[in-house]
């Protein structure tokens, strides 16, 4: 199954606890367990919830630090969802690249949020990634000045 239909009913089941105030993992166990008449929640869906619970403290940190007037607990909860998704993604998932979930994350929020929504959601994500590529050491080649005398050579 594709990836982004995997975000959407990762997605589906955020939104939904988080609607209805019930703890995401305990929520998901449920769709697990009893899909009803859906289809089986995909493995990528799965790994999305799981990630995003276990690290939801410093993702929302995350949002609360790079959203311009708007914390975590004001924001719509479709976009806080998808926001969270994202920056799992972001900061937690090496097999996606940062374009792919800011991408990923726009197309959601043009067909379920409201139209001020992906302006907001990419300056956010764009922040976030900025931040995390300040953070990461640049791997920059040694020049002969910054060989150990052992390694040269005569």
């Known amino acids: 199954m594709a990836r982004s239909t ?3 009913r990762a997605l589906n089941t955020l939104y939904e606890a988080d609607e209805k105030g019930q703890d995401f993992l305990s929520l998901l166990d449920e769709r697990i367990a009893q899909p009803g008449a859906q289809t089986p929640l995909p493995e990528y869906a799965i790994e999305i919830v799981r990630g995003v619970d276990e690290h939801r403290r410093d993702i929302d940190s995350q949002l609360n630090t790079h959203s311009t007037g708007w ?3 004001r924001m719509h909860a479709i976009d806080r969802n998808i926001l969270r998704i994202a920056t799992w993604e972001i900061l937690y998932n090496d097999d996606v690249p940062d374009k792919v979930a800011i991408d990923e ?3 959601l929020s043009k067909t379920l949020s409201d139209d001020a929504a992906p ?3 990419h300056g956010v994500l764009s922040a976030i990634v900025a931040a995390k590529d300040k953070q990461s ?3 920059t080649p040694l020049d ?4 150990d005398e052992s390694d040269q050579t005569n």
């Open 144 to 147: 002969d000045s910054d060989k």
């Open 6 to 8: 995997a975000r959407r």
């Open 119 to 121: 302006s907001f959601i």
């Open 105 to 107: 994350a726009l197309n």
């Open 71 to 73: 914390k975590v607990k």
């Open 137 to 139: 050491p640049q791997s």
